[in-house]
């Protein structure tokens, strides 16, 4: 595809609902990033995966969070029971690798409102 | 941690006005620093980026430069248009060590009027 895709854009949960959201990344980029992002704040990492493999998750605020990339291409971030705290936009991002010196290309978001 | 410290918004300018976005940064290591934009309505997008001390990133007329000896990386324009007007990051990655995030500034909205 052109860019990083997300689906879906918006998402309503209830409190305790589980929720998926899913990235398409660039095709080829080894590295997938996903980020959370309150309203009116930066974006806040939350885990990396080269190919399948996850190797940073530190960034995950508990263990409600989960993430996958199990082809090493489309990842989806999952998050149990969610609270209203979760309340945010998702963001995925993928380069081509993890150094710095390649570009991040972020993707639309995730809009998760948490009722 | 690391972290970044960019200036509060909004900030207001009348066009063809003069730009600067402070940001600071932690110095641990030696992190790659970048200006990410977030226009009305669209995704995050790659302004510029600096990659070692004293190095310049520019694009579309910005300019910042990664200042070593007082962990700055401002972001500069000589000259805003009313299309400048979006939401400016600051950001830094540790340089080689792909196994972390980038880490962000809060952002700031930049708001020029005609």
Redesign the interface.
């Known amino acids: 595809g052109a860019g ?1 895709s997300q689906s879906p854009r918006y998402k309503v949960a209830k409190r305790g609902q589980d929720v998926a959201l899913r990235c398409d990344p660039i095709s080829g980029h080894v ?1 997938l ?1 996903w ?1 959370q992002q309150a309203l ?7 885990t ?1 995966f ?1 190919n399948e493999a996850q ?2 998750k530190s ?1 995950l605020p508990s263990d409600r969070f989960f993430a996958e990339r199990p082809e090493g291409s489309v990842s989806t971030l999952k998050i149990q029971r969610t609270q209203q705290e979760d309340s945010a936009v998702y ?1 995925c ?1 993928s380069s081509f ?5 390649y ?2 290309y ?4 995730t809009r998760l409102t948490v009722t | 941690g690391d972290s ?1 410290t960019q200036m509060e918004g909004p900030v207001t300018l009348s066009e063809e006005a003069f730009l600067t976005i402070n940001c600071t940064y932690t110095a641990t290591g030696y ?2 620093l970048f200006w ?1 934009v977030q226009y009305p309505g ?5 302004l510029l ?1 600096a ?1 070692k001390a004293d190095d310049k990133g520019s694009n579309k007329g910005f300019e910042a430069t990664y200042r070593k000896e007082t962990t700055s990386f401002h972001l500069e324009k000589g000259s805003v248009q009313v299309s400048d007007s979006a939401v400016y ?1 600051c ?1 830094r ?15 700031t909205h930049l708001i020029i009027q005609p």
């Open positions: 990083v590295s990033f980020y009116g704040q930066g974006p806040e990492f939350l990396y080269q190797l940073d960034g963001l991002a690798y993890g150094d710095s010196l570009e991040q972020f993707g639309p978001g | 970044v992190p790659s990410y669209e995704g995050l997008q790659l980026k990659t990051f950001a990655h540790p340089l080689g060590g792909g196994a972390d995030g980038l880490t962000f500034g809060k952002g």
